[in-house]
């Protein structure tokens, strides 16, 4: 690469977002290289992964109803971190989850996306179409943990097909290697604690190398302990308290679901360690509202 710039080499400067003038005639190709993966991964950032490296308490908000890239903004302006798409339990198709995705990776919000199934037909296609991580369901073993890894990372960690120039770096092309290991680093792999085997599983799971965090989805947990609707029994405790054990153990996070209308045991839970609160779904937001509203309405009508 020494000596006179070539067309070939000024092309793939020019894709890095470099100017030839810029580059040392003797270490070209060197400074090519360092430039473009310190300008990748200035661009290529999980705001939520970052915040959660500082131990810091991260905020989420889920989206149910929203079917339009409005509501990535509703979340930057109110406070979120970050935002999921659940589509385990709503209509939203691939494609208007990924554009709310891509919204909210321009403004400084992680998009993740709970997946209806895990499976690569919905795992590949939406981290392929925007999101910076997947929330994946029923997950009961350090071996299903694994399976997990496999679909969301690159290689060496996982088997993720590339599918050419993302989002998450705004399609600029960069070393495919680089790229792929940074594309690792950026991308969440959260895994829902929701079932009785997952918890008795607990550390080999939080052992499993590529996951980094598992959510309590207190519904569905209650749900298999036989203490439905329970929030307060000492078996939720118990096990947010293992699963926090086992978090601290190898150096990931744990996360709160299912208890939005419960403020007292979120912050009870993050006293205890948890760091992502999932603290409900527009829909819940937007019905309280329109009930306060309509109250405050018929309260002032009422005769006195």
């Avoid at 971190?81 to 891509?102: A, F, K, P, R, S």
Wanted: proline letters at 3%; hydrophobic letters at 45%.
């Amino acid at each position: 690469m020494c000596g006179a710039q070539t067309a070939a080499g000024a092309a793939e400067a020019q894709a890095w977002g470099l100017r030839g003038g810029h580059v040392r005639r003797d270490n070209r190709a060197y400074f090519w290289e360092e430039t473009a993966m310190s300008e990748l991964r200035s661009i290529l950032r999980n705001h939520m992964k970052e915040k959660l490296a500082r131990n810091e308490v991260v905020a989420s908000m889920t989206v149910r109803l929203c079917r339009t890239i409005e509501i990535a903004q509703i979340a930057r302006t109110a406070g979120f971190d970050t935002l999921y798409v659940d589509m385990e339990h709503n209509t939203l198709t691939v494609g208007e989850t990924c554009q709310i995705c891509i919204a909210a990776q321009q403004i400084g919000i992680t998009p993740l996306v709970r997946v209806p199934a895990n499976s690569p037909e919905y795992i590949c296609r939406v981290l392929d179409g925007g999101a910076m991580g997947v929330i994946t369901p029923h997950v009961r073993s350090a071996a299903e943990a694994r399976e997990m890894v496999k679909l969301v990372k690159f290689a060496p960690m996982g088997e993720r097909s590339a599918g050419g120039a993302l989002s998450q770096y705004q399609y600029r092309s960069f070393p495919l290697a680089e790229t792929n290991a940074a594309m690792n680093d950026a991308t969440s792999l959260v895994l829902m604690m929701e079932t009785v085997a997952a918890l008795e599983n607990v550390d080999e799971i939080m052992a499993v190398d590529g996951v980094d965090m598992m959510m309590i989805g207190s519904n569905d947990l209650c749900n298999e302990m036989g203490i439905t609707g329970q929030f307060d029994s000492p078996k939720l405790r118990d096990a947010f308290e293992r699963t926090i054990a086992a978090a601290r153990k190898h150096g990931k996070h744990v996360g709160v679901g299912g208890l939005a209308s419960r403020n007292d045991l979120m912050t009870q839970f993050v006293g205890m360690g948890a760091r992502y609160v999932s603290t409900g779904t527009d829909m819940a937001f937007l019905m309280a509202e329109c009930a306060r509203k309509a109250k405050f309405v018929g309260d002032i009508g009422s005769p006195r």
